[in-house]
């Protein structure tokens, strides 16, 4: 869940400081000293009002989230992070112009905006991992819940959360700062393949062990 909701941090955050640092080049019709006193309002409120977006939703919902089954797959978090890029890249696209074209009239505004966004996305996640940190537990959510462009943990196809042991998808709580591998991401409610697991590989390693006990008398005869 952590991860969806980080996705979109990064792409606002350069891109907003990309269109805010051109924003500078035009005088507009405010002036460059207004338009970065409004960018900077701009860049905190939304950085505050962001992270609160549906917070009782999300409180709720991991409240009653159920432990994931061992069949469930987990989906990568690369793919997560793609899906979501490509769900939104045209609105990131927009956002970008919207925020360059609004230079000629408030300075750097729109791009310090898209920081501020970005921010808040970035913050929203973290509080994500406080919580999973508090209970040791990953939270999740079924990738075909994430709603138009993958991008959406908490709307209204999301009707429940997962959890699974710190140990699946080898990776931390996202407020730890832990990397994140294949396997981590979010678990989609399809029932086959099991994900990887340490028992598994015991399994393995064993019945490798069994044939080569079989096979050792065979190949010492002539």
Known sequence: MAVVQRAGAAPLWWLGLVAA????IPEGLTGRRIGVLVGLLFFLVAAVVV???RGGRAAALAGEAERAARSDILQA???????????????LALAFAAALGSAFALPAAGGML???WGTGLW??????????EAREVLLWTAADALGRGAGDPLGAKATRLWTTGTEAGT???????????AG???????????????????????WWRAMARLARPASSTR
């Open 171 to 181: 990776r931390r709580p996202a407020a730890a700062g832990g990397a994140d591998r």
């Open 77 to 91: 978090r690369s793919v997560t992070v793609r899906n979501w890029r490509r769900g939104h890249g045209w609105w």
């Open 51 to 53: 992270p609160l977006v």
């Open 21 to 24: 640092g051109a924003g500078l």
């Open 184 to 206: 981590s991401g979010v678990p989609r409610p399809v029932r086959g393949v099991p994900a990887q697991t340490s028992s598994s590989v015991s399994m393995r390693r064993s």
């Open 114 to 116: 898209l920081a501020g």
């Open 123 to 132: 913050l929203r996640a973290r509080r994500t991992g406080r919580v999973e």
